[in-house]
T-cell receptor
C-alpha cells in the first residue's frame, strides 16, 4: 500500500532551535508539496517541487524556511530559527501527472 | 491567481439528512477539480474528482459535478452518516508546468445520531 511517510509525527522544540521535517513521497510521483495547516489560516501551500526542482516557494517565509529534495525519495523542510508562530501541522503530499495529491499524516510542530 | 471558495462551517446535520457543501473557483485555464476529506489527526484523503466540464465525480455516496458555466463544484450526499463527520476541502489543480493544487478553507461537518 503506497503512502507518503512523514517524520517526525510530533515535535516540540524551544524557540530559536532548528527544526527539520522529512518526507518520503510515493515512489514514481514526480511532484511534492509542503503545506502548513493552522486553525487561523487553514491549509497554506508553502512550496512544491516537480522532478526535484522547486517550482514555487512563494508561500514560504524565505528568511527562516527552506525546502529541498536531496533525492527522489526524500524531501525536507527546515525552519531555522523556529518561532512560536511556526506552531502548526505540516503536511507533505506527492502526486503524479493527474493532479491528485496524496498526503502524509503530518508533523505536528509546537514551538515553545 | 487561481482560488477556491467554499461555504463556511460548521455544518451540523442529523443522520440521513441531505448534504450540500458549496464550492466555487477561479482559474485562468481548465483545472481539474477535487474534493478531499480530513478525519481528526489525519492527512487529507482524496474523496472524488472531475477533470473536465460536466464530469461527475462520485465516491462513497458523495457526488459533485464540474459546472464550467457557474465555476462550481458543489459536494452532495443524499443521506449522511455519523461517520461522515470530518472536514471537507474543495481543491483545484492546474498544469502550469507542474500540478499546483490549491485548496479552499475547508468546511467542518458534524452529523448527529
Amino acid at each position: 500500500d503506497a503512502r507518503v511517510t512523514q517524520t517526525p509525527r510530533d515535535k516540540v522544540t524551544e524557540m530559536g532551535q532548528e527544526v527539520t521535517m522529512r518526507c518520503q513521497p510515493i515512489l514514481g510521483h514526480n511532484t511534492v508539496f509542503w503545506y502548513r495547516q493552522t486553525m487561523m489560516q487553514g491549509l497554506e501551500l508553502l512550496a512544491y517541487f516537480r522532478n526535484r526542482a522547486p517550482l514555487d516557494d512563494s508561500g514560504m517565509p524565505k528568511d527562516r524556511f527552506s525546502a529541498e529534495m536531496p533525492d527522489a525519495t526524500l524531501a525536507t523542510l527546515k525552519i531555522q530559527p523556529s518561532e512560536p508562530r511556526d506552531s502548526a501541522v505540516y503536511f507533505c503530499a506527492s502526486g503524479g501527472d493527474r493532479g491528485e495529491a496524496f498526503f502524509g499524516q503530518g508533523t505536528r510542530l509546537t514551538v515553545v | 491567481g487561481d482560488s477556491v471558495t467554499q461555504m463556511e462551517g460548521p455544518v451540523t446535520l442529523s443522520e440521513e439528512a441531505f448534504l450540500t457543501i458549496n464550492c466555487t473557483y477561479t482559474a485562468t485555464g481548465y483545472p481539474s477539480l477535487f474534493w478531499y476529506v480530513q478525519y481528526p489527526g489525519e492527512g487529507l484523503q482524496l474523496l472524488l474528482k472531475a477533470t473536465k466540464a460536466d464530469d461527475k465525480g462520485s465516491n462513497k455516496g458523495f457526488e459533485a459535478t464540474y459546472r464550467k458555466e457557474t465555476t462550481s463544484f458543489h459536494l452532495e450526499k443524499g443521506s449522511v452518516q455519523v461517520s461522515d463527520s470530518a472536514v471537507y476541502f474543495c481543491a483545484l489543480s492546474e498544469n502550469t508546468g507542474g500540478f499546483k493544487t490549491i485548496f479552499g478553507a475547508g468546511t467542518r461537518l458534524f452529523v448527529k445520531a
